[in-house]
T-cell receptor, first 112, second 117 residues
Framework: EDKVVQSPLSLVVHEGDTVTLNCSYE??????LLWYKQEKKAPTFLFML????IEKKSGRLSSILDKKELSSILNITATQTGDSAIYLC????????????FGQGTRLTINP | DTEVTQTPKHLVMGMTNKKSLKCEQH?????MYWYKQKAKKPPELMFV???????INESVPSRFSPECPNSSLLNLHLHALQPEDSALYLC????????????????FGPGTRLTVL
């Protein structure tokens, strides 16, 4: 059975801290790994990592895919209160239209 | 236009009602998805349409009936729902590619918050 596991499930830090969120996966026909940020409603897309693009960076956020360890990390440096959200990791499978398997999410709270 | 829109934003319905959720995108995406999300849980895939054809049905009860009238629109028809069907229903879209080189991220709409009384 396909499985995506995120850790920690919940994290509370102070503004300015650096955080690392983890995602490990066991799926058949792996295609790509995606990170989403979910605040009140819809998940918003952050990064997609594939075998040809294992490291991505955007501002204070960066992510790395370790295909050998079947895992990924999402780093956020100099955190701000606006980074408070649920961070979802999802893995897509090789099918005509992608099937995303989501992890449980990490609830990140940034205190001022 | 780089967004997915959903209507209505909120819906309250009784167990005998028939209602529909609508989703629209104008990004030229040919894959569209319905997800159900309960509180404090990740989204769960319900249906996938690829090139206007149903390609994945995740064993969803027949009281949920999807429809893809054209490449920009996706509907979810609801009938005789149960209170446990109350959830956030998310629509998403992506480019559809069968080649392994096609890496297609999904873009989500804001969701419809459904309450079944």
């Amino acid at each position: 059975e396909d499985k995506v596991v995120q850790s920690p499930l919940s994290l509370v830090v102070h503004e300015g801290d650096t955080v690392t969120l983890n995602c490990s996966y066991e799926v058949t026909n792996f295609r790509s790994l995606l990170w989403y940020k979910q605040e009140k409603k819809a998940p918003t897309f952050l990064f997609m990592l594939t075998s040809s693009g294992i490291e991505k960076k955007s501002g204070r956020l960066s992510s790395i895919l370790d295909k050998k360890e079947l895992s990924s990390i999402l780093n956020i440096t100099a955190t701000q209160t606006g980074d408070s959200a649920i961070y979802l990791c999802a893995v897509s499978k090789s099918e005509g239209a992608q099937k995303l398997v989501f992890g449980q999410g990490t609830r990140l709270t940034i205190n001022p | 236009d780089t967004e997915v829109t959903q209507t209505p934003k909120h819906l309250v319905m009784g167990m005998t009602n028939k209602k529909s959720l609508k989703c629209e995108q104008h990004m030229g995406h040919r894959a569209m998805y319905w997800y159900k999300q309960k509180a404090k849980k990740p989204p769960e895939l319900m249906f996938v349409y690829s090139y206007e054809k149903l390609s994945i049905n995740e064993s969803v009860p027949s009281r949920f009936s999807p429809e893809c009238p054209n490449s920009s629109l996706l509907n979810l028809h609801l009938h005789a729902l149960q209170p446990e069907d109350s959830a956030l229903y998310l629509c998403a879209s992506s480019r559809a590619g069968i080649m392994i080189s096609s890496y297609n991220e999904q873009f989500f709409g804001p969701g419809t918050r459904l309450t079944v009384l």
